[in-house]
């Protein structure tokens, strides 16, 4: 299969494509959840209880996030970006950065991102390396008001949802990365995708939840697979 300049090209990915960066996805045996309830760290109920709780595991994840970089399937996807330009869309679950790290541009981060946080008070964005993060409950510089993860929590409203689904309905080649398939709405989108007639393909450890949307599933990391995809799928069109 070899896709030309013309194409429209949507990736979708999840935690399984940080994985080899040395990120916990969530499920896998290992990873986060089985640490903390995610009714505890992910929902606004939760913040509401214990906002300081929920910064401590937030913090954490940052810190982890110091050290992580991007991996071979986060470079194979800007490779993507590069060969398609403006018919290509990042669509990510993932709220680590590491897609913008690797240099993509066109990244929709559905579920925010952990390096912004936003005031409840004023609703001012606020970049994480502008926030002294040093009380358990960081606080707006502007108004005082009690900061938040900028990150998208069960029961919220997931970001760019209509251009998400525009570019589903719309690409030729729907491509997903390391998701498990059970998180809604992200899992919903190659559903779109398939019934607007593109080719939708998956690249996991395991088979996905919504595998039955999937016109090609290869198994394996991410990593070893998705580079060599990539060179096969642009590697012979010409200019
Ligand atoms: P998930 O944990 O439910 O699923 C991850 C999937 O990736 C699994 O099916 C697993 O088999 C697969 N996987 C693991 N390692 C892989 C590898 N090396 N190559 C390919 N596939 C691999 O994660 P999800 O589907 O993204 O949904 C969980 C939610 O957790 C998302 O909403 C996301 O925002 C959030 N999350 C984000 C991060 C991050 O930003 N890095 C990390 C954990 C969770």
Known sequence: MKFTKDDKIVVLTGAGVSAESGLQTFRDAGGLWENYRVEDVSSPEGFDKNPAFVWKFYKERLKQLENAQPNPAHFAIKKLEDFAKDNFTLVTQNIDGLHRKAGNKRVLEMHGALDRCR?????????????????????????????RPDVVWFGEVPYHLNEIAKVSRE?????????????????????IAKDSKATT????????????????????????????LVDEWIGEVKE
Request: a negative charge; hydrophobic letters at 40%; one cysteine or more.
């Open 119 to 147: 005031c409840l008070k004023c609703n001012e964005y606020w970049l994480i390396s502008q926030v002294d993060l040093s009380p358990d409950i960081p606080t707006c510089e502007k108004c005082g008001g009690i900061l």
């Open 171 to 191: 690409a030729d080649y729907f491509i997903v990365v390391g998701t498990s398939g059970v998180v809604y709405p992200a899992a919903m989108f190659v559903q």
């Open 201 to 228: 393909i998956c690249v996991n450890k395991e088979e996905p939840a919504n595998l039955v949307f999937f016109d090609e599933f290869y198994k394996g990391k991410a990593g070893e697979i998705l580079p060599k």
